[in-house]
């Protein structure tokens, strides 16, 4: 593709067009202007490929980044709000552009402040000469919470505390970068990285990337890899990644990460500890976890012997470091070297420890602990940040993001003081921030927003590695402490331009150093338990739009009144006795809106959300493709009634829904289970992850198809009961090639409840829940469960079987033993991973379809 002008015409009329009304603030570095009012010279490139593209054609751009995100789910979650809902991830789409020269300046002293930190934690847990020898006050190392006193004296395994290290950088009125604050407890944001660059170097502006030869990121991914790997002393060591769960706010990028990378996602309950040594759970069994990329706060990661209140950790991991038995990247305890107290002291630290200065200068601190500083703060108070002395929230004072004095009103100046003089190691004073600018697009125009770079360090093989770039964050306000995605922030990509051509590079190793392998590694039971649920809630999901859809088109074809009264009126008994709606409706039409958009447990909407959320959990397993499609399914149905009265495309949602549209919403609600269920089949690799979905799915459809047989293929049942058997089966056309009469209770159970040869039998699910069993079985011990010997004992039965003699007593027989072996699975494979019993399989009623169980 040709452009329009070139890197060196700063007064091209399309750069200046482009640059038009971009008026930085007074006082404030701005990334792409300089003091002159002329473009950088590093940004012109840039500059002039995008004016030589034009506004049209950069919007379409644009808007294709966007829809990257979009259709690979990029989201994280908000605190505080009413729902805790999930946000799409929200791009700046231009990018921050780096000088090569400027980067490397901030790389090494990103490298130097990482290396002091170790230091800094190598002694707080080992000699403290530090605090001994004066360098350090005691009150300042005792008084953080993230000191852990059970782990000094303890040397981590693999011989470091940090593995990951970001800082968050931005420039001063001079250009110089500053350190608005340090990351070592679990940094967050490399996965987001990823997806910025993607979003823009893939998707928006492949040819712009590649034109500017932008430096690449894959190198910092491999030297995290193969650093773990390195400190964990083993050949072939397994590597999991610790998230406290999807409620966190991140935990996108933690399944994102782990796909990427190749680790598994766990949890604090498919972790335990055993003879000092971590065990992940796994459906075949223990195996021994050699290292742990921890995403949760070291408080939360063992109850026994730290937070007592955490839900989410492994019971005695403390006992396994102490031990030095599991790598722990970053170390419990690492957290605290955040605290902003620590960075008065820092500069004098790095020539303590590493005889140089500083080569980033931090953020202007003053730590209250120390008497004079307190008396300066509190003396100049209006002009000061003030901020949580550890990064905690002060409980009735501070937030952790602190407040300026100037914005305080009297009294509550007045308390903050009080308590500072009370407790001043609680507490430091900073100065106020005004962040550096960088250009965003607003509304087909270049703006200046505040922004604040995160640069993370992993440490490789061969010593720290930078990301050339990092996760840059953009503001609407000027004050560093909005910078926050949760307080509605923006993200971009950090180009650096190198000027040469970069290496190309991939997230694995080189494959001639990789050996031949099919085994992908183990299942967690969390994991497998969670596939068997999602496999089941789009069962029971496709078995209500079965139902509904036979219902809209009973009663839009004939009417209720008019119709198969009996037929009709045995379907809407079926979805109001598996919990799709209220007992008690005689509209069908009404019925009907209710399975596809009310609140009961079993409505269509209300099991695709169940299904998206179990999905959720094992998302690291699942395409990109698969898991836009279960947000497709969600977005189907009708909205309930309390959320009508607007209109969702193209159906009017006043509640005034005619019975085409709502037959037109389950027949797309299938529709969209059947994309889900292909690509699952056509693109989900084989081992045990797969055949946990799948039995969930065969196990859910041969419960319904045993329901559907009971309810209408009765002794003396007519052939419109019957008719409608076979379409809710999806059995009409193989039932009119084999026979030419009409059919009879005896050809219609045996076709959908005996033959093994047709996929929507009974006897066909069973058969492939024996193979599965089977095969999970052989790969433990070799010998048949009893989850697989109940599939084989109930496959043997339907396949002896005489439809002839099958009455509602013997299917109601089936029914049990299904639940049963559901049960048997449970107990085999998710109990103990599960932390308890799912809900009772057979409940009120007897049904399985309203069950409110699953994880």
């Known amino acids: 593709m040709r452009f329009a002008g070139s890197a060196g015409a700063p007064g091209s009329e399309a750069v200046r067009a482009l640059m038009a009304g971009y008026r930085p603030e007074a006082g404030v570095h701005d990334e792409m202007m300089a003091e002159d009012g002329r473009p950088r010279a590093h940004w012109l490139p840039l ?58 300046t901030l790389a090494a002293g990103v490298v130097q402040r990482a290396e002091l930190l170790e230091a800094i934690l190598a002694d707080l847990y080992g000699p403290a000469d530090l605090v001994r020898q004066g360098h350090l006050p005691a009150a300042l190392v005792a008084g953080n919470g993230e000191f852990l006193r059970p782990l000094v004296g303890v040397k981590p395994a693999g011989g470091h505390h940090l ?174 070297v955040e605290a902003p107290a620590l960075m008065p002291f820092l500069p004098a630290l790095s020539r303590h420890l590493l005889g140089e200065d500083l080569r980033l200068s931090n953020l202007a601190t003053w730590w209250c602990g120390d008497p004079d500083a307190r008396a300066a703060v509190i003396g100049d108070i209006r002009a000061k940040a003030l901020a949580p002395a550890f990064g905690r929230t002060l409980r009735g004072t501070l937030d952790n993001m602190g407040v300026n004095g100037a914005d305080l009103s009297p009294e509550d100046l007045k308390r903050l003081i009080a308590a500072m003089e009370r407790r001043g190691t609680d507490f430091v004073g900073q100065e106020p921030v005004r962040l550096a600018t960088t250009p965003v697009f607003e509304r087909g125009r270049l703006q200046p927003r505040p922004f604040a770079l995160r640069v993370f360090a992993v440490r490789g093989p061969d010593g720290w590695t930078v990301m050339p770039g990092g996760l840059c964050r953009i503001s609407d306000r000027p004050d560093a402490r909005a910078l926050s995605m949760q307080r509605g922030g923006r993200s971009a990509d950090v180009w650096v331009a190198t000027g040469a051509a970069p290496e190309p590079s991939l997230l694995v190793p080189d494959p001639d150093q990789v050996e031949i392998r099919r085994d992908t590694g183990a299942l967690p039971s969390r994991a497998a338990d969670n596939l068997y649920w999602l496999g089941r809630y789009l069962e029971r999901t496709e078995a209500t739009l079965r139902l509904a859809r036979s219902l809209a088109g009973q009663t839009s074809d004939d009417g209720p009144d008019t119709g198969d009264g009996p037929s009709t009126r045995h379907v809407a008994d079926l979805l109001a006795a598996w919990g799709a709606t209220p007992f008690g409706l005689d509209d069908y039409a009404e019925i009907v809106r209710e399975a596809l958009g009310g609140t009961s447990v079993g409505a269509a909407p209300q099991l695709a959300r169940e299904a998206r959320r179990t999905a959720s959990v094992v998302r690291d397993r699942l395409s990109p493709d698969a898991w836009r499609a279960l947000a497709d399914l969600t977005a189907v149905f009708p909205r309930p009634s309390s959320e009508r009265n607007e209109t969702v495309g193209d159906v009017d949602r006043d509640g005034d829904e005619d019975e085409a549209d709502l037959f037109a919403a389950a027949d797309l609600g299938l529709r969209t289970i059947a994309a889900f269920t292909g690509l699952a089949h056509e693109n989900m690799y084989r081992p045990s992850g797969w055949r946990f979905l799948d039995m969930g799915a065969r196990i859910e459809r041969a419960i319904a198809v045993a329901r559907y047989a009971r309810r209408l293929a009765e002794p003396e049942a007519g052939s419109n ?113 599960a932390g308890e019993e799912p809900a009772d399989e057979i409940g009120p009623g007897g049904g399985s379809m309203g069950e409110t169980g699953g994880p």
């Open 163 to 336: 593995h990951v290290f970001a800082a968050d950088v931005t420039r001063g009125p001079d250009g110089r970068w500053w350190v608005l604050g340090d990351r070592t407890q679990a940094p967050s944001g490399a996965g987001y990285a990823i997806e910025n660059r993607i979003a823009l170097s893939s998707r928006g502006l492949p040819d712009v990337f590649r034109a500017l030869r932008i430096e690449r990121l894959t190198r910092f991914f491999q030297a995290l890899r193969s650093g773990l790997a390195k400190a964990s002393g083993r050949d072939e060591p397994r590597i999991a990644l610790l998230s406290p769960g999807p409620a966190n706010e991140t935990y996108f990028e933690h399944a994102y990460l782990a796909r990427v990378l190749g680790f598994l996602l766990v949890e604090g309950g498919d972790l335990s500890v055993r003879g000092d040594q971590v065990w992940l759970r796994t459906v075949e069994g223990p195996i021994r976890a050699d290292v742990i990329l921890r995403r949760l706060d070291a408080d939360f990661a063992d109850p026994l012997e730290l937070n007592a209140h955490s839900r989410i950790g492994v019971p005695g991991l403390m006992q396994a470091v102490r031990a030095g038995t599991v790598v722990i990247a970053n170390a419990l305890g690492a957290g605290l």
């Open 721 to 833: 009961l019957l008719i409608r058997l076979l379409e809710l089966t999806d059995s009409q056309i193989v039932h009119r090639a084999r026979y030419i009469s009409g059919p009879s209770v005896k050809t219609v159970l045996d076709l959908v409840l005996l033959d093994e040869t047709h996929p929507r039998s009974a006897a066909f699910q069973l058969d492939r829940l024996v193979e599965h069993l089977t095969h999970l079985s052989s790969r433990h011990d070799g010998r048949a469960d009893d989850a697989a010997r109940a599939a084989l004992r109930l496959a043997a039965l339907l396949k002896s079987a005489d439809p002839a003699e099958f009455d509602a007593d013997m299917i109601m027989d089936v029914e049990i033993r299904l639940m049963k072996l559901s049960d048997a699975i449970t107990r085999r494979y998710f109990g103990e991973s």
């Open 47 to 104: 500059l002039n490929l995008l004016a030589g593209l034009g506004p049209n054609e950069v919007r379409r751009r644009f808007a294709l980044a966007d829809r990257h995100l979009a259709d690979a789910g990029v989201v994280y979650r908000v605190y505080g709000d009413e729902t805790g809902a999930e946000r799409p991830w929200p791009l700046s789409h231009l990018p921050l552009v780096l000088a090569e020269t400027d980067w490397s």
